[in-house]
């Protein structure tokens, strides 16, 4: 099973920007997909964006289209979340998510992957 380890969460400003990695260990890489949700306290753990397992297709959640970019570099074994112009709406934990050979789409659901990270904090403030 993938493990998964976020990093690069912190406290930004609104307007501003992070970017988050996600370093995957003890699989093939390039054969999962990966995701990144999200979760704030008191709400359901909710889909960000997808990057699929072989030619990189991308879908994201309408809240964060054209704001955020998910990428993916096989030889580090890592996947990111570009955020730019943060909102305090955005202000949540961030988990990474895995899964061989699965499809994405939009709106993905966190029963669709298998293997989840520890999650990283971002705030956000206004």
């Known amino acids: 099973q993938v493990q998964l380890v976020e990093s690069g969460g912190g406290l930004v400003q609104a307007g501003g920007s992070l970017r988050l990695s996600c370093a995957a260990s003890?699989?093939?890489?390039?054969?999962?997909?990966m995701a990144w949700f999200r979760q704030a306290p008191g709400k359901e753990r909710e889909f960000v964006a997808a990057i699929s397992w072989s030619v990189k297709r991308t879908y994201y959640a309408n809240s964060v289209k054209d704001r955020f970019t998910i990428s993916r570099d096989n030889a580090n074994n890592t996947v990111y979340l570009q955020m730019m112009k943060l909102e305090p709406d955005d202000t949540a934990v961030y988990y990474c998510?895995?899964?061989?050979?699965?499809?994405?789409?939009?709106?993905?659901?966190?029963?669709?992957?298998?293997?989840w990270g520890q999650g990283t904090q971002v705030t956000v403030s206004s």
């Open positions: 003890g699989v093939t890489f390039s054969d999962y997909s």
């Open positions: 998510a895995a899964d061989k050979w699965v499809g994405v789409r939009a709106n993905m659901i966190p029963s669709d992957f298998l293997s």
